[in-house]
């Protein structure tokens, strides 16, 4: 089993970055694909990229602006986000299997809170 929380949220105009964390507990982390997905109000959960041992993979919609990576000594995975747009606006949730990366939010029974970015026009 593993705990997640998520860092890093907050407001910034649109073109600029952010960085969220993604801190777990748990001695297995090492093992654990992790997920970013994202909600904004009033609509479904988006999946936004995912990684394990391979490379990440990422939804069309932020490929080439966002970035994952982990440290696993640290038992942290950060999502970078660039070229920010207002429609990135929402609360992103990082999530954690034993499986294998799945774009699919069902894949994934260990969930952080969230974090509200919020991009400016």
């Known amino acids: 089993q593993v705990q997640l929380v998520e860092f890093g949220g907050g407001l910034v105009q649109a073109g600029g970055s952010l960085r969220l964390s993604c801190a777990a507990s748990g001695r297995t982390f090492v093992s654990y694909a992790i997920g970013w997905f994202r909600q904004a109000p009033g609509k479904e959960r988006e999946f936004v990229g995912a990684i394990s041992w391979s490379d990440p993979y990422y939804a069309d919609s932020v490929k080439g602006r966002f970035t994952i990576s982990r440290d696993n000594a640290k038992s942290t995975v950060y999502l970078q986000m660039n070229s920010l747009k207002p429609e990135d606006t929402a609360v992103y949730y990082c999530?954690?299997?034993?499986?294998?990366?799945?774009?699919?939010?069902?894949?994934?029974?260990?969930w952080g809170q969230g974090t509200q970015v919020t991009v400016s026009s």
């Open positions: 999530a954690g299997s034993s499986g294998s990366t799945s774009s699919i939010y069902t894949s994934y029974p260990y």
